[in-house]
């Protein structure tokens, strides 16, 4: 029972204590009333060293005057959280009068849902400095975002009393919630963008739909009929309508594959990337196994070096080796003995892929047009081809996030060299991109 | 009744596509056992014997469809689906002969259960060979169940 016993033991000591504590209060209040109203200009207050003044207008001190210059709200607190003492700036950003602030307690500008915070923060400042967000109620009621620094100080005189530094946030606040707006009407305009990219997509596939079903057809009847006219019995034409009739079944063969080459391209644009690690040597071994019935009685030098394993779409990667072989052995064709390489060297994060040929060759003058839809470099009767394979070939590497050039010398051959493998694809960026906003 | 059972169930409602099929079938005396039917709800009333078909019997149903896809009234995904659902007519082998081979067509027509895609070439002598290998398969090589699908309460022997 040593607590009821040191309780019994103290109870006339903090009976005294209070009723003396009761006095001061009376006479402090009696002081303030007085300091509001005008009639004393400061107050004295008795503590264990002595007793000691605050007054409001005491401009001895030259810290008082720094405390007053400061761009910061600044006030002195006792340890029950009273204002001994607000500076000019605190007063501006309460839109108080400093004689309304200093006296009374700080909780009287802490808005009542933040009063228990504040009970908190004077007991954690007591023990070690705190920085913390808050808020502060201004004399026409609107709230004010600060940041409030609390720390201890020896106040002379007083046992212990709170710095408190208040940073007006309300222009930061401002800054975040503009940022906050910018990046909702920002990730509001990628969706908006992206249902409107969704929606051409659509017409787009709704359109080569189109091509293939309705174009194609009309193709197919001219073509049908033209043949059942050619094969007829008893047929009325001369040699003449016979060849006329056959350029028309040639024609519309042309367009069919024309039509299909387009379509496919499209395809390729349209096609999302499924990206595998893809051993290129086995996909170039392929390639030219499948361009084996062309090559009968063709003299072909293949020089495949050692080509990587690369993360890459197989189907599309497939597609533009193999539309690069075929015109490399499609340009090689008038020489004796074709010679065909396909190498690549590792250069710095990616490789760089190149597929030489000792063809006809073109003239650096039009190489722009080279990777152009329907761009042909060579007549027809020279060269048959539709004039996408390039094309292709470069949406595909694109897709990867690579890059495609050619250089070549009329008569002398060709290199077409590429970029793939590298370690970000733009997909791949895009996609970081929006999710980056989206955060 | 076998002489007057039809054998190919053409849907097409192209009058040109019809013609140049026919004349292709006739090559191969494929021709004489067809029904054409001009879109997919003709092709369903045919099918299920309804509407102008309703004299038909589930017990005599062709022996082949060739499908187009694109197709008045009901599509043929929509013919497809139909009659691959319905125990008297999912024996009938499906093939479908159109102008495209859009991926997400091939990858929709054989998950509804076709058992054949085949894009009509723009080459009329590929055309030609396309149809008698069809005709060849299915009608020739194919073993389909002798027995139809119960239907309509027929008993069947």
């Not at chain 1, 208040?166 to 940022?179: G, N, S, W």
Request: charged fraction near 25%; include cysteine.
């Amino acid at each position: 029972m040593r607590t009821a016993r040191s309780c019994a033991r103290r109870r006339p000591n903090l009976r005294a204590q209070l009723t003396q504590a009761a006095a001061q209060i009376e006479e402090l209040q009696t002081t303030l009333q007085a300091i509001r109203s005008g009639e004393v200009d400061g107050i004295v207050v008795e503590g264990p060293r002595g007793s000691s003044i605050f007054t409001l207008q005491s401009p001895e001190e030259p810290y008082r005057i720094l405390a007053e210059r400061m761009n910061e709200g600044a006030a002195t607190l006792d340890a029950q959280g009273t204002v001994l003492f607000c500076n000019h700036q605190l007063s501006a950003m309460l839109q108080l009068p400093a004689e309304r602030i200093v006296g009374a307690p700080l909780a009287a500008v802490v808005p009542p849902e933040e009063r228990s915070r504040l009970t908190e923060w004077i007991a954690a400042a007591r023990v070690k400095s705190i920085r913390t967000e808050g808020k502060l109620r201004r004399g026409d009621g609107t709230l004010l975002f600060v940041q409030l620094s609390l720390s201890q100080i020896p106040l002379e005189d007083l046992e212990s009393g709170i710095c408190l530094v208040a940073t007006d946030l309300t222009e930061q606040k401002r800054a975040q919630e503009q940022i906050r707006r910018f990046s909702e009407e920002m990730e509001r305009k990628v969706a908006e963008r992206t249902e409107q990219l969704h929606a051409a997509n659509a017409d787009l596939e709704a359109f080569n739909y189109g091509v293939a079903h309705d174009l194609r057809a009309p193709l197919r009847h001219i073509q049908g009929f033209s043949d059942i006219l050619l094969n007829e019995p008893d047929s009325v034409l001369g040699a003449e309508g016979e060849r006329h009739l056959r350029l028309i079944i040639a024609e519309t063969l042309r367009m069919g594959k024309l039509i299909e080459a387009l379509l496919s391209i499209s395809r390729v644009g349209r096609q999302a990337l499924q990206p595998c690690d893809l051993d290129l040597n086995s996909v170039v071994e392929e390639v030219i196994e499948n361009l084996e019935p062309d090559l009968k009685n063709r003299q072909i030098d293949w020089r495949v070096g050692r080509l990587p394993t690369i993360r890459c779409d197989p189907t599309l990667t497939r597609i533009a080796f193999f539309n690069l072989l075929a015109n490399a052995v499609k340009f090689t064709s008038r020489r004796e003995r074709a010679s065909i390489e396909i190498a690549a060297e590792r250069q710095n994060r990616e490789y760089v892929f190149c597929v030489r040929d000792n063809g006809v060759g073109f003239s650096m003058k039009y190489a722009d047009k080279l990777f152009g839809v329907f761009q042909r470099l060579h007549r027809a009767e020279d060269f048959e081809g539709t004039g996408v394979g390039l094309a292709t070939v470069q949406r595909i590497i694109q897709k990867h996030g690579g890059r495609i050039w050619a250089e070549a010398e009329l008569d002398k051959g060709a290199s077409f060299y590429f970029t793939l493998g590298s370690s970000q694809s733009t997909e791949k960026n895009l996609k970081t991109m929006i999710a980056g906003v989206k955060s | 009744m076998t002489d007057r059972q039809i054998e190919i169930l053409l849907v097409e409602d192209n009058n040109d596509d019809v013609e140049l099929t026919l004349h292709a079938l006739r090559k191969e005396n494929l021709a004489n056992h067809i029904h054409v039917a001009r879109d997919g709800e003709e092709a369903l009333d045919f099918l299920f014997c309804n509407g102008p078909h309703a004299d038909r019997s589930f017990e005599r149903p062709p022996r082949l469809i060739l499908l187009d896809l694109k197709l008045p009234k009901v599509d043929g995904m929509e013919v497809l689906r139909r009659l691959k659902a319905d125990s008297r007519t999912q024996c009938i082998p499906v093939v479908i002969l159109t102008s495209s081979k859009e991926e997400r067509d091939l990858v929709k027509g054989y998950g509804l259960g076709a058992n054949s895609y085949i894009q009509k070439p723009v080459d009329f002598d590929q055309f030609r060979e396309t149809v008698k290998n069809v005709g060849l398969y299915w009608l020739l090589i194919n073993q389909a169940p002798v027995i139809a699908p119960v239907g309509k309460g027929a008993a069947q022997s």
